[in-house]
């Protein structure tokens, strides 16, 4: 298989330009509508409704949307307003929702290992991301086990399998259809007796409106915290940007059920905005501890709430 | 799947229903708060715009403005543009051509592209009676190859073998040659997840079409996806010939609105939507049943379908053959309970009945659930035949046993015996309302009541507790009629 392009690492600039370009095209909407609302003339209401749509068509959500448009229309009365000063608002608005809520993942358990669970519904790329968070401790000095937990989709184990062999990270795994909750008990055992920094614990992707599928979520919690009552340390819910207002239905059933402690959102590389991040911030007030912008390895850096904001916007970095 | 917006949208017509005149005014301001639902259902905003002009552009017509129910008018409107903006016609798949017929399944990455894949094949081998053929042209993620293999063999379905290095488009090439030589008559490439704006895997997606010029090309969506859905599909039509879209996860609680926005942007068909994890959750996709679903109006095509395929034929003869002789005892409500659950529990037959939001909502208050419908079970099973065949014999002491012998209370046998003489009357009434003709009737009524599951549909009388499942009467003898 060729495969040798996704172990690729790239550098800090790289990661900023491809986060840029992926935002740009919504970036270059989003100033179009706002260079017509702004060009020479005063806004009027409609140019303001017409900005509302456009932060709705970013995924926003209707409140987060409602917000900045208030306080546009209030500084129109200010009289202040031109393109600049919009988007300045706008990236002031989104930073301030996000700003206290971006946390990287550390490394505090003691003793060790670290355990941290990975949840998410299908597809939103929880075992990409484990890899991803895997290599960045790797980076740190930290010693990273896996535990191979989604029992459930077929090849999934294997997949796991292959990352831990490109990383050197071993893999606790067992057969497909193994009880998820025992392998991760045996996987604790095994990061404590090697000595492992950091455990993580991967997961079959599951609708949050399966009740019997969540449950087995809350039986890896307590079967973890059977070794060590302060285990799983971080449970990392993982969004798919591309998704939209039902982010908000996933975190907090994921949230009640799981006991999630954070985020990390995937695939901001494309066009999606992952706009509801703003709404999730403002409702839940979760940690949000990275973001994906690839498929590569380096393709996951900690959250980075003005460039979002910025980036978000069209402003350069 | 669509609940909430079904709910969100009743909230909306409620206020409408039962007016004798309504304003522009009025219209225009119903038609904002639809707009709303539709939003945060995450309907693309094009869609939306489009939806709301021309359904306020009927709505203030003269017609509904004068009609007597102006707000029923309202009603059916929104209803006829969802059906049109759904796609008219349910679709098919183009597999009927000289073989191979190729089918190419794109997508982003995690839109559930080889789960599906699998789940095609397995619905084209078994409902169609086809030879397929499955190949991976996924060499990016890592075993994403083995994972369709795997697929193959739960599914028993043949898989191309993997030859480790190989490109996509060669693949795609020896999958072709492979499917012409042994035979297939479908073959089914499975792509690697994509993002639209990666140029090089864009370029490569369309180098394997190119290559092998599939009759059928499926975008798949996930149906949890927010706004982005238009920029995705708009990029994926640009560069292959789409002929469909598959919607998956349609089993999550999202509002649907990929599902509205699709047929819009792509100009193509919604022909599957994937409906859970397992291989055969995989549903032809009916555009004028989902209207009917989003806007509470219920599902009873789908229903009866669902009855057809669980029913035991030999049974429902039976069934049909007592009700005819006026009959109806223990063994039959037994009968009918276990249907049910063969049919997928009570949520099920909920979600597809018309008023569904309110019925689902009022059995869930009054603690009815697939548990009660087991007691019931129990109770019917703790009865001698004989009682079972003659109810009425029951006195106070066959009712303490039956409870002990059951784990119930007294309370619960009565409820029970209620409950069955209840549903008793209803099906001499059916009866000689006529069969068919009657029940189709009483289904209709949905429309009309919208919100309220329609009186017929519930045994008269029943004790709170069991105001919920009164679906069986009608089956068996509906069956009967629609063969």
């Given amino acids: ?25 919504t970036s270059a909407k989003l100033s179009e509508s706002l260079t017509l609302l702004v060009g020479t003339r005063t806004l009027e209401p409609a140019d303001l409704d017409a900005l509302e749509e456009t932060l709705i068509a970013a995924d ?40 206290p809520l971006a946390r990287p993942l550390a490394v505090t358990a003691f003793p060790r290992p670290h355990v941290i669970l990975v949840v998410g519904v299908n597809g939103t790329g929880k075992t990409t991301t484990i890899a991803k968070l895997g290599h960045l401790f790797q980076e740190e000095d930290y010693e990273v086990m896996f535990a191979a937990g989604d029992t459930f989709r077929a090849a999934a184990v294997e997949q796991l399998k292959v990352w831990g062999e490109r990383l050197g990270v071993p893999v606790v795994a067992g057969a497909e259809g193994t009880d998820a909750a025992g392998l991760a008990y045996r996987a604790m055992e095994e990061a404590k007796a090697s000595g492992r920094d950091v455990l993580l614990v991967d997961t079959a992707g599951r609708l949050q409106n399966k009740a019997g599928l969540m449950d087995e979520l809350a039986k890896i919690r307590r079967v973890l915290a059977k070794q060590d009552p302060s285990a799983p340390h971080d449970v990392v819910l993982v969004l798919d940007a591309t998704t939209g207002q039902n982010a908000l239905s996933q975190i907090e059933v994921f949230r009640e059920v799981a006991g999630v402690t954070g985020i990390v959102m995937t695939k901001l590389d494309g066009t999606a905005r992952g706009g509801v991040l703003v709404a999730a911030a403002e409702t839940f007030g979760l940690p949000i501890h990275a ?24 402003e350069g970095a | 799947m669509f609940e909430s917006l079904s709910d969100r949208l009743n909230a909306v017509f409620d206020k409408l229903r039962g007016r004798g005149a309504l304003s522009e005014l009025e219209v225009r301001a119903a038609m904002r708060e639809v707009r709303i639902a539709l939003l945060e259902a995450d309907v693309a905003l094009p869609v939306v715009r489009s939806f709301i002009d021309r359904a306020t552009e009927r709505a203030v017509g003269a017609e509904v403005l004068k009609s007597v129910t102006p ?68 060499v990016n993620r890592p075993a994403a190859q083995q994972q369709l293999a795997i697929l193959g063999e739960q599914a028993k379905v043949a898989t191309l073998p993997i030859i480790p290095g190989q490109q996509p488009t060669d693949i795609a090439r020896r999958a072709r040659e492979a499917a012409r030589l042994q035979g297939f008559d479908v073959l089914l490439l499975d792509t690697a997840g994509r993002l639209h704006v990666d140029e090089q895997l864009m370029a490569e997606m369309e180098a394997v079409a190119a290559a092998t010029a599939p009759h059928e090309v499926l975008l798949v969506v996930d149906a949890l996806t927010g706004q982005d859905a238009v920029n995705v599909a708009a990029s994926f039509t640009g560069r292959v010939p789409l002929t469909g879209v598959i919607l ?19 100009g193509k068909p919604i022909k599957f939507v994937g409906t859970g994890e397992k291989l055969d959750a995989l549903e032809p996709f009916h555009p004028e049943r989902a209207a009917g679903r989003i806007l509470g109006m219920g599902d009873v095509v789908s229903l009866v379908e669902r ?61 009815v659930d697939d548990r009660t419908i087991g007691r019931m079970e129990a109770i019917i099973l703790s009865m001698t035949p004989k009682e079972r065949a003659r109810p009425e014999i029951l006195n106070a002491r066959r009712k303490i046993r039956i409870a002990k012998g059951s784990g119930t209370t007294v309370q619960e046998v009565n409820r029970l015996l209620k409950m069955h003489a ?20 009483l289904f209709g009524g949905g429309a009309e009541a919208g919100a309220a599951p329609p009186p017929g549909l519930l045994p008269p009388g029943l004790p709170p507790g069991l105001g919920g499942p009164g679906l069986p009467p009608g089956l068996p003898g509906n069956i009967r009629f629609k063969r």
Avoid at chain 1, 87 to 95: A, G, H, P, S, Y
Avoid at chain 2, 422 to 435: I, N, P, S, V
């Fill in chain 1, 1 to 25: 298989m060729t495969e040798g392009g996704s172990t690729e690492v790239t550098g800090r600039g790289g990661f900023l330009a491809r986060l840029r370009a992926g935002l740009q095209r």
């Fill in chain 1, 60 to 99: 926003l959500g209707p409140a987060v949307a409602a917000r900045i448009t208030d306080r546009l229309r209030e500084a129109r009365v200010v009289g202040e307003v031109d393109l600049a000063g919009v988007k300045r608002i706008v990236v002031e608005e989104v930073t301030a929702i996000l700003a």
């Fill in chain 1, 291 to 314: 973001v994906g912008v690839g498929e590569r390895l380096g393709d996951l850096r900690p959250f980075d709430p003005r460039a979002f904001a910025r980036a978000l916007v069209g």
């Fill in chain 2, 71 to 138: 707000g029923q008018q309202v009603v059916k409107i929104v209803h006829d543009t969802l059906v049109e903006t759904l796609g008219a016609e349910a679709a098919d798949l183009a597999v009927d051509v000289p073989p191979p017929a190729i089918v190419m399944m794109v997508g982003l990455q995690g839109s559930g592209k080889t789960t599906t894949t699998a789940k095609l094949a397995k619905h084209l081998a078994e409902k169609r009676r086809k030879k397929v053929l499955m190949a991976s042209l996924d």
């Fill in chain 2, 248 to 266: 998956t996860r349609m089993d999550g609680d999202a509002r649907g609105g990929a599902a509205l926005s699709m047929r819009e942007v792509t």
């Fill in chain 2, 307 to 367: 009855a057809a395929e669980t029913l035991d034929a030999a049974e429902a003869e039976r069934m049909a053959a007592k009700l005819a002789k006026g009959g109806f005892d223990m063994t039959d409500l037994l009968a009918q309970f276990r249907q049910m659950k063969r049919m997928g529990g009570l949520g099920v037959l909920a979600s597809l009945l018309p008023g569904l939001g309110k019925a689902q909502a009022a059995m869930k208050q009054a603690g």
């Fill in chain 2, 422 to 441: 209840d549903m008793a009357t209803a099906m001499k009434r059916l009866k000689k309302m006529g069969g068919m003709k009657a029940l189709a009737g």
